[in-house]
């Protein structure tokens, strides 16, 4: 059975950090990229970034660079999602999903539908 269980999340103060992270098992982890999605009340699912089954490579979405950084370890089947100064508008639920490598090397951060495996997701409620 495929599972990825995100945690990490929390209430967190404007201007914390937080350290999110996705354990995988019941797929071959070392072939899939690996993104992260958010969802705030009342709006879509956005992209916030996405990395490479190597981790050889990164994106973000434009409004995470430079506060967001996300990584993996191979050997642990997971992927991880630091998150520095953080605002209201963070406040979402925070969802890891598995995508196919080819999907990353084309699109670099893929659109939902393009991810095979998605997690239950986590809270991170940011307080002003």
């Known amino acids: 059975e495929v599972q990825l269980v995100e945690s990490g999340g929390g209430l967190v103060q404007a201007g914390g950090s937080l350290r999110l992270s996705c354990a995988a098992s019941g797929f071959t982890f070392d072939d899939y990229a690996r993104g992260w999605f958010r969802q705030a009340p009342g709006k879509e699912r956005e992209g916030v970034s996405c990395i490479s089954r190597r981790a050889g490579s990164t994106y973000y979405t434009d409004s995470m660079k430079g506060r967001f950084t996300i990584s993996r370890d191979n050997a642990k089947n997971t992927v991880y999602l630091q998150m520095n100064n953080l605002a209201p508008e963070d406040t979402a639920v925070y969802y890891c999903?598995?995508?196919?490598?080819?999907?990353?090397?084309?699109?670099?951060?893929?659109?939902?539908?393009?991810?095979?495996?998605w997690g239950q997701g986590t809270q991170v409620p940011v307080s002003s």
């Open positions: 999903a598995a995508v196919r490598e080819a999907l990353f090397i084309y699109y670099h951060i893929p659109p939902r539908t393009a991810y095979d495996y």
